[in-house]
């Protein structure tokens, strides 16, 4: 029983993402959130308890590619459709009828599971990423989401605009399967040197999430794909100097 808990908790992930769905398509973004965030520190500690237990699997694998599929695949594609329907003024009592304009939504998901089933066959990625992760995409994606629910900043209605979340959608949908290095946030160790941009980068999102509250989602994500775009050219200059 032991070595199947690693799957049990990856499928707890899996049920929260169902569970967020199920809110985000009732407009409850508060319970929405709290489901996502449970379901990332699932996908955080499955891993976890298998490295502590010395588990490893192929089925652990495709199960997690399975139940990330849903959290932060159909997640961020299900908040991008109910913003767009929101900016779209669908009715919004009862939500009958389907807007066209608002299923480019889901162009999203569909980037994420080609990254998803493309991470399974690269062996680049052990220590770093190429292309942002789909955990990142769907950050971004909670960063609109309570930016509408508190209406931070007055952005409100920024965020369902089509003209804002079409290029926001493309641009997400490249960066997914964009061959960009990105760092990760696992330490080797806790020295200043090799972390530099792992240490700055926490430190900016801690800052960031005093100052702009709920936009932190969002903008953290910014700051991770500028971060790796410095980190990757630097590491090239360094290379060819």
Known sequence: MVRKLP???TLLNL?????????????????????????ALADWGDGLVARA?????DLGKELDSLADMVTFGMVPGAILYMLLMQGFEIDRATFKGLSIGALPAFIVTLFAA???????????QTDSFIGLPTPSCTMFVVGLMLIYEFDTFGLRDWVT??????????????????ELPMFSLKFKSMKWQGNETRFTFLLLAMVLLIVVREA?????VVLYVLFSLFDHLRGRRMLNS
């Open 7 to 9: 799957h049990i908790i």
């Open 15 to 39: 049920y929260c993402g169902c569970c967020a769905l199920v809110f985000i398509f009732q407009l409850q973004f508060t319970y929405a959130f709290l489901f996502i965030l449970f379901g």
């Open 53 to 57: 237990l010395n588990i490893k699997s």
């Open 114 to 124: 080609y990254r998803l089933a493309k991470f399974n066959l690269d062996t680049r």
């Open 161 to 178: 605009k089509p003209f804002v979340l079409y290029p926001i959608i493309l641009t997400l949908s490249y960066l997914l399967i964009a």
């Open 216 to 220: 932190t989602f969002s903008i953290i």
